[in-house]
């Protein structure tokens, strides 16, 4: 594990509570453009799950749905906050599942914390377990940019943050097999805009 991962795992570790309290807006807009595709009783990956609200909650009232996160603090919420849900420890880098296994794949502000030398690998592991023909949801970065914050959301904790630029995102992504099929920017309740984007796999 990388050094940025590292911190990243850490700092999610130490401030679960607190990012629980800070993000718990409601994901329906933006889930949409993803569970309108599907049907009821599909098989969904949220990766980078977290403490589990709002995202896999919402997923589960109507999908089969899975989270995977790397910090067991986040984990430990998420069993606590979610029923109907599968949750599982592990790293995006080298998903613990095997191929062809899910519908779809939301990953909500996880993919920005990977160092960007190892997006690519990340995205090839989402079409792996990806059924080809569905989706793949996603933030990513706008501008290229690295950095880290000593004291995110004020809690004298480490948290960094890597992605290229989104037209870099978009090649990695037709590389490996997907097609953008739509891009949004959502407005961060944590104080910073991401845009989002809407890829299918179609390795044909």
Same mark, same amino acid.
């Given at each position: 594990?990388?050094?940025?991962?590292?911190?990243?795992?850490? *700092?999610?570790?130490?401030?679960?509570?607190?990012?629980?309290?800070?993000?718990?807006?409601?994901?329906?807009?933006?889930?949409?453009?993803? !569970?309108?595709?599907? @049907?009821? *009783? +599909?098989?969904?990956?949220?990766?980078?799950? =977290?403490?589990?609200?709002?995202?896999? %909650?919402?997923?589960?009232? +109507?999908?089969?749905?899975?989270?995977?996160?790397?910090?067991?603090?986040?984990?430990?919420?998420?069993? !606590?906050?979610?029923? =109907?849900?599968?949750?599982?420890? =592990?790293?995006?880098?080298?998903?613990?599942? @095997?191929?062809?296994?899910? +519908?779809?794949?939301?990953?909500?502000?996880?993919?920005?914390?990977?160092?960007?030398?190892?997006? @690519?690998?990340?995205i090839s592991e989402f079409a792996r377990v990806l059924r080809p023909g %569905?989706?793949?949801?996603?933030?990513? =970065?706008?501008?290229?940019?690295? *950095?880290? %914050?000593?004291?995110?959301?004020? !809690? +004298?904790?480490e948290m960094q943050w890597s992605f290229p630029s989104i037209e870099e995102?978009? @090649?990695?992504? %037709?590389? $490996? *097999?997907?097609?953008? $099929?739509?891009?949004?920017? $959502?407005?961060?309740?944590?104080?910073?805009?991401?845009?989002f984007v809407l890829a299918q796999y179609d390795p044909d």
């Amino acid at each position: 594990m990388t050094e940025q991962r590292r911190t990243v795992r850490d *700092g999610y570790d130490t401030l679960a509570e607190e990012y629980l309290d800070r993000r718990n807006d409601d994901p329906e807009w933006v889930l949409s453009e993803l !569970t309108d595709r599907l @049907e009821p *009783g +599909d098989s969904v990956l949220d990766a980078g799950c =977290g403490q589990g609200v709002p995202v896999t %909650n919402t997923l589960t009232v +109507d999908f089969d749905t899975v989270g995977l996160d790397f910090s067991r603090s986040q984990l430990r919420l998420a069993r !606590t906050n979610v029923s =109907g849900a599968r949750f599982v420890q =592990g790293d995006m880098t080298a998903l613990p599942f @095997e191929d062809d296994s899910f +519908d779809a794949i939301c990953a909500f502000y996880s993919l920005i914390h990977i160092p960007t030398d190892e997006h @690519e690998q990340v995205i090839s592991e989402f079409a792996r377990v990806l059924r080809p023909g %569905n989706y793949l949801l996603a933030t990513v =970065g706008d501008d290229a940019w690295e *950095g880290s %914050n000593p004291d995110w959301l004020g !809690t +004298d904790v480490e948290m960094q943050w890597s992605f290229p630029s989104i037209e870099e995102t978009f @090649e990695t992504l %037709n590389r $490996v *097999g997907f097609e953008v $099929v739509e891009q949004f920017v $959502v407005d961060d309740e944590l104080g910073s805009d991401h845009p989002f984007v809407l890829a299918q796999y179609d390795p044909d």
